[in-house]
């Protein structure tokens, strides 16, 4: 088994004013040639935007975009001619493919909107771009953890899905929780990243935000105490 840790306070900060941003990959003015990305996981931003502010239409390409507002409500429209708003308890997905365009606003004049906006290298590149989005907790199982994004080729029905061999793995624990996670290729590594809790794995103690990456390992045992919300992201090494 290999492993990285990334305790919360290591990881680039940013502050525009409007926007307060923590990385954990390097991403813009943060640059870590240790911290470029984890496999195939790019980038995982836990941004904070003031109210009425956002990020104004940009590009992108060939990637697939997850994200999962954590408070407020963030505007979202973009090129393929969706537009809405993604709240506390949703999950969006977005494959940018050939290239799309899009905006993300504070939806509201008065409250910040916190967020994870988390990139995946895609499988295939040039792709037709696609959006979806769902609420996460009709998908979740109480004290384990749930897949809520899976490979194209593993979607059924209305599954949210990537063009990538990724699982975006969400558990929400109300009480202690001993589990053995097993990754689905052997070639693959998991990164878990603790939104709110405390998690044991590998001798190592986990509170929020903090992360841990594991890989050339079959499985992961992990400690869970009550009250905690977990991301488990797993991703191809190569």
């Avoid at 994200?67 to 506390?88: C, F, R, W, Y």
């Avoid at 909107?113 to 989005?133: C, G, K, M, S």
Wanted: charged share 20%; net charge negative; with cysteine.
């Amino acid at each position: 088994m290999k492993k990285v840790l990334h305790p919360a306070a290591t990881r680039g900060s940013a502050n525009y004013g409007w926007l307060k941003a923590n990385y954990s990959f390097s991403f813009a003015n943060y640059f870590d040639p240790n911290r470029l990305q984890f496999g195939l996981l790019r980038v995982l931003n836990d941004d904070f935007v003031a109210p009425a502010m956002g990020f104004g239409q940009h590009p992108h390409k060939n990637m697939e975009i997850v994200t999962i507002p954590q408070t407020g409500a963030l505007k979202h429209q973009d090129s393929m001619g969706n537009e809405g708003v993604i709240k506390a308890g949703d999950i969006q997905v977005m494959s940018a493919g050939s290239g799309v365009e899009h905006s993300e606003q504070n939806a509201s004049t008065t409250e910040a909107v916190t967020l994870f906006q988390i990139w995946v290298f895609p499988e295939t590149e040039n792709v037709t771009p696609r959006y979806d989005q769902k609420r996460i907790a009709p998908l979740l199982t109480p004290n384990c953890f749930s897949a809520v994004v899976k490979p194209r080729s593993e979607a059924a029905g209305d599954d949210l899905w990537i063009h990538q061999q990724a699982y975006f793995n969400i558990g929400e624990f109300s009480e202690d929780t001993e589990l053995t996670y097993t990754l689905h290729h052997k070639n693959h590594g998991a990164y878990i990243f603790v939104i709110t809790g405390t998690v044991f794995v590998d001798n190592e103690t986990l509170t929020d935000r903090d992360a841990f990456g594991v890989w050339e390992t079959d499985t992961i045992s992990l400690t869970i105490k009550e009250n905690s919300r977990v991301l488990l992201i797993e991703v191809p090494m190569n």
